[in-house]
């Protein structure tokens, strides 16, 4: 079968590190790129699962419980100024 050149535009260290995973596992950019074009051809998708990044944990708390600061501020003490703040954080020490 003929083969033809195609050029694609790479973050350099994208590049290098998929180079180093697929001679790891026995491929060359070329071989690894052809088989995501024939399973993306075959299966008439992307052929993996593509989304979000999806936050840990600790950031999601963090996330939910800025929400409630903001539904219920009368919840939460409040400062005059951020010198004010990091006072009581470091009395607190």
């Known amino acids: 079968m003929s083969k033809v050149s195609t050029n694609i535009n ?5 590049k290098k590190s998929a180079q180093e995973l697929f001679f ?3 491929l ?7 088989l995501f074009l024939k399973q993306a051809v075959r ?4 052929p993996f699962e593509i989304r979000r990044d ?14 409630e ?3 219920h501020p009368e919840n939460y003490k409040k400062y005059s100024s951020f010198k004010e703040a990091m006072n009581e954080v470091l009395s607190d020490a």
């Open 43 to 46: 299966q008439q998708c992307i």
């Open 24 to 26: 790891d596992l026995g």
């Open 54 to 67: 999806r936050p840990n944990n600790e950031t999601v708390s963090a996330m939910e419980e800025f929400h």
């Open 10 to 14: 790479l973050n350099p260290d994208l």
């Open 69 to 71: 600061m903001q539904k």
């Open 28 to 34: 060359d950019l070329t071989t690894a790129v052809t």
